[in-house]
């Protein structure tokens, strides 16, 4: 006994130290590795295209969002949701309202396949996680001439339900 350690246990922390000393002095160099002509994030994908499918994304987005506009009706029989984003662990983001009537849905349908493809391709390679909550279908509606959700969010906590529960005594 050592300082009240067995002995056998501080002859293993000499011969790891030692060998950790060793290593870092540079017994076990090799050639270095540079990885500037491919660079890896910690989730083993491709930093550039990570980054090439964000910009994508965010181009599709904006390509998205103007299909929808304002998303115009006449009644709620025009308006319809639309699945949008992938999570990591399934299911999508959230849902996109738009106008039947005034929306080439072929189209959108089109955008929004390729978005959510790219999107479940970014959360592989970027190692993205998520809260794997479910996000269901919105009813939808037509208010003051346009497309809206007419979801209650329950997943808030209770405060922002309280807050919630005001601004729609309050709404108008």
């Known amino acids: 006994m050592v300082f009240g350690v067995n002995a056998s246990l501080v002859s293993l922390g000499k011969v790891i130290l030692l060998t950790s000393l060793v290593l870092a002095e540079g017994g076990c160099r090799e050639k270095p590795v540079h990885l500037q002509s491919r660079s890896f994030d910690s989730a083993g994908g491709a930093v550039g295209e990570i980054e090439a499918l964000r910009v994508r994304m965010a ?42 009537k005034h929306t080439e849905e072929s189209e959108l349908q089109s955008k929004v396949q390729e ?10 390679l970027s190692g993205a996680v998520s809260d794997c909550m479910f996000v269901m279908e919105p009813p939808v509606a037509c208010e003051r001439g346009q497309c809206v959700s007419g979801r209650t969010n329950i997943t808030y906590g209770y405060a922002d339900a309280i807050e919630n529960a005001i601004v729609i005594v309050d709404h108008p």
């Open 59 to 100: 181009e599709l987005d904006g390509r998205i969002r103007d299909l929808i506009g304002e998303a115009p009706c006449a009644d709620s029989s025009d308006c319809r949701a639309i699945a949008f984003g992938k999570k990591p662990c399934g299911g999508p983001w959230d849902y996109l309202v738009y106008s039947a």
């Open 115 to 124: 978005y959510n493809a790219l999107n479940a391709r970014w959360n592989r």
